[in-house]
């Protein structure tokens, strides 16, 4: 079968790697990665890990909804954005000069353009004039050059049959899928281009692609990352596999049994605008127990981690979710796109009112900031319906890490900072448009610069990195790069704190973030030895939260939030005209962190958040940096004037015995 084919090939992939990491641990000079490419030995080769910083969600020209906006950007130009280099953005002058060029104040160190695959071969036919179908309509409405604009494309892929534009692909569409080999190649090349394989490693890129079904307006997005050179032919679109049990059947059979040495993982991201439809609980899912455990593992092994923030919102949580006990949590409300009771209309033309889903529920419009919200649109709720789903069919259904991303559109890779954030969208970077709400898409003043993905990696090359996101060894910020970490296990010292490198401590008393804990002695609570260090050139650290979610004997779901390190830093204002703090913060927080409520009994994980002190939200910080008589009139707006950025570690879970 290939489920079962695929779930082996993960599995056999992870204990390769797992091996070597482990008797890394153990003898530095043992081998710390699995090579699947030949290359140097990275000279920063560390078997307690590095931190490393990258986006895995970037747009360039070769996107549908970039290219007809103003974005004129390759992704070589993505990848020498995130080098450092200073690359065009829009809009440009009439006769093509360019007129603004933006430029990161740190590269990153890794990243993966990821272009909308679903529309490659209709980019590559309706943009080269020597194409016979350059004249049609669909080529006109996807230049931009008719009233319907990019209408014909959309409604392609928020079809639950999606079936392609037969004036430009022909009646099979088979013109468009062959069309779509130039795109793809020319991604995978410029990908190779840029990869540094010499031992100095500065920069790492995989080749990717987004895969965009957006079934009845809900966002069903995944990213698509290869962990090599080793690819499938073509971009496996949502138009050839509706489903993500297609996608992940399509993905077995075309990289991980059709190409030798291929590996790939799938990204889910934007679940808070998914109306229940990203991360179904597979309880109701499917008729049969044995059905759903297989489609579950298999999901597991093709999607460890998830996107929990980006530009379009935050993932992470919701205040108010039906049938999930736990107190309100003000940093939940930071970059929510969507509220209950907000006005909306329905698919056809009738007044309607944003509330929760009922329970299994899959609403509509989701993407639109509409429909209704689920508590499976959020991570730390889905990861508590995970749990359900295992006492049920016996298996954690979403076993899922956190990573996070920008998912900008203008090709500025990992572009993040409050203060110069150009944008998300071409047209946004007029600073009036930038501010304007957009009403039903989450765009403008409701947007933000989005995240960046953090991985604990032994080096920044390619197999350590896709390894570490294998393992769930990885963090999501909002931004800044703030560097948490998390370990579980029983004995930690407690001056673990003071020692002078934790990592190792961490590493032989517990396991760390990603893992599972069990075996505990009778009558012990599990510890947390939790950590994070200030980005040093943004705000201090204010506090570390420890999220705890498990299921009691009777079946409900229950989560709490444990403050166990900066309590001192609490309390002060931002200056609105500097943004300066009047109180303290932290440039390095720990704490080992006992649970007071465990019960061994109970399926639960634990996560670590680490929040900033508060800062000035992009959208007065760029208001307040210009002269007042200078500032549009849109500054004056009902956005917060402050945040907090965070960062956000992946689970531990702890399993009860028997």
């Not at 079968?1 to 091996?19: D, E, K, R, T």
């Not at 419009?365 to 508590?384: E, M, Q, T, Y």
């Not at 440039?587 to 962190?593: I, K, M, P, S, W």
Request: one cysteine or more; charged letters at 25%.
């Amino acid at each position: 079968m290939p489920h079962q084919v695929h779930i082996a090939l993960l599995i056999a992939a992870f204990v390769v790697s797992g091996c070597a990491e482990q008797a890394g641990l153990e003898s530095p000079q043992a081998d710390l990665v699995t090579y699947t490419e030949d290359r140097e030995v990275c000279i920063d080769r560390n078997a307690n890990r590095n931190a490393y910083f990258g986006d895995l969600h970037i747009h360039t020209a070769y996107s549908y909804d970039a290219r007809p906006l103003g974005t004129r950007t390759t992704p070589a130009d993505a990848y020498r954005f995130a080098r450092g280099e200073a690359i065009p953005i829009p809009p440009y002058a009439e006769d093509g000069r360019v007129l603004m060029t933006q430029q990161l104040e740190r590269p990153l160190d890794f990243a993966a353009v990821t272009d909308h695959s679903e529309f490659f071969g209709e980019m590559k036919l309706c943009f080269d004039e020597e194409s016979e179908v350059y004249d049609v309509n669909s080529c006109r409405f996807l230049r931009g050059e008719s009233g319907e604009g990019l209408s014909p494309f959309i409604r392609i892929v928020i079809s639950e049959d999606p079936e392609r534009v037969t004036d430009v692909c022909g009646e099979d569409g088979s013109d468009c899928v062959e069309a779509s080999l130039s795109l793809w190649r020319s991604t995978r090349d410029m990908a190779e281009e840029a990869y540094d394989r010499t031992s100095a490693c500065r920069f790492t890129t995989f080749v990717g692609y987004e895969y965009t079904g957006t079934p009845k307006s809900n966002n069903y997005h995944r990213n698509v990352i290869f962990r090599n050179d080793r690819v499938p032919e073509y971009a496996i679109s949502y138009i050839e596999s509706p489903t993500d049990v297609e996608l992940w059947d399509q993905l077995t059979a075309q990289c991980l049994e059709g190409v030798e040495g291929c590996d790939v993982l799938s990204i889910p991201h934007n679940s808070n605008l998914s109306s229940g439809a990203m991360f179904p609980s597979y309880i109701s899912r499917f008729e049969s127990s044995d059905t759903a455990r297989g489609i579950a593992e298999l999901r597991n092994a093709m999607e460890p981690v998830m996107e929990v923030f980006q530009h379009k919102g935050n993932s992470e949580c919701f205040n108010g979710l039906p049938n999930i006990l736990g107190a309100e949590d003000e940093l939940c409300e930071q970059e929510q796109v969507r509220s209950v009771g907000r006005d909306a209309v329905s698919f056809f033309g009738e007044p309607t009112v944003v509330r929760f889903c009922e329970e299994g529920e899959i609403g509509i419009r989701g993407f639109a900031r509409f429909g209704c919200i689920s508590k499976n649109d959020f991570f730390r709720s889905v990861l508590l319906t995970g749990l359900q789903d295992q006492a049920v069919i016996g298996v954690n259904s979403y076993k899922m890490g956190v990573i996070a991303s920008t998912d900008g559109h203008i090709t500025t890779a990992g572009d993040t900072h409050e203060h110069g954030w150009p944008g998300h969208l071409a047209p946004e970077t007029d600073f009036e448009t930038r501010l304007s709400d957009r009403g039903s898409s989450p765009f403008g003043l409701i947007s933000n610069p989005g995240g960046l993905a953090g991985v604990w990696a032994v080096e920044n090359s390619r197999d350590a990195i896709f390894e570490s996101l294998r393992r769930k060894e990885v963090f999501g910020t909002t931004g800044t790069r703030i560097e948490p970490r998390l370990f579980a296990g029983w004995d930690f010292e407690e001056s673990a704190c003071e020692l002078d490198d934790r990592a190792a401590h961490g590493y032989a008393r517990g396991i760390p973030m990603g893992g599972d804990l069990s075996g505990g002695p009778a009558g012990a609570a599990p510890q947390l030895f939790v950590s994070a260090l200030q980005d040093p050139q943004a705000a201090q650290l204010q506090k570390l939260q420890v999220i705890k979610g498990w299921i009691d004997d009777g079946g409900q779901a229950h989560y709490k939030v444990f403050d166990v390190a900066g309590r001192e830093n609490q309390e002060g204002e931002v200056d609105l005209q500097t943004g300066a703090w009047s109180g303290t913060g932290s440039a390095d927080l720990c704490a080992v962190f006992e649970d007071p409520e465990f019960d061994p009994t109970e399926a639960s994980y634990y996560y670590l958040r680490a929040a900033e002190v508060p800062t000035l939200r992009w959208s007065w910080a760029q208001c307040v940096a210009l002269p007042a008589d200078e500032r549009p009139e849109a500054c004056d707006n009902d956005a917060p004037k402050t945040i907090q950025e965070m960062a956000w570690t992946s689970p531990i879970w702890y399993l009860p015995p028997g």
